[in-house]
Nanobody, 120 residues
Framework: QVQLVESGGGLVQPGGSLRLSCAAS????????MGWYRQAPGKERELVAT???????NSADSVKGRFTISRDNAKNTVYLQMNNLKPEDTAVYYC??????????????WGQGTLVTVSS
């Protein structure tokens, strides 16, 4: 059983910053990639950013220059540093991981989600 536990969401004013963390635990052989998605009220879930084990990053145009994704491979943890937050960034943010577990099974795992609210 592989689990993702997220932390770091909350309420922030426009222009502010937050840092999300997501730690994977369980029987893990490898994780590639790890990433973040978000879902705003009334909208579909969308990609925010992903990062491979080798450090290759992919991100949505709407967050380029403001959000930075990073990971600590030794800790099976991915981070999302969010700067210059805007009201339209308000959403539930979900961690995602493509995992090969200890039984060599390929799994797609989602976190429970963490709410980010950008409002004055």
């Amino acid at each position: 059983q592989v689990q993702l536990v997220e932390s770091g969401g909350g309420l922030v004013q426009p222009g502010g910053s937050l840092r999300l963390s997501c730690a994977a635990s369980g029987s893990i052989f490898s994780i590639n990639p790890m990433g973040w998605y978000r879902q705003a009220p009334g909208k579909e879930r969308e990609l925010v950013a992903t990062i491979t084990v080798g450090g290759y990053r992919n991100s949505a145009d709407s967050v380029k220059g403001r959000f930075t994704i990073s990971r600590d491979n030794a800790k099976n943890t991915v981070y999302l540093q969010m700067n210059n937050l805007k009201p339209e960034d308000t959403a539930v943010y979900y961690c995602n991981a493509r995992v090969v577990d200890g039984m060599m099974r390929r799994l797609e795992v989602w976190g429970q989600g963490t709410l980010v609210t950008v409002s004055s």
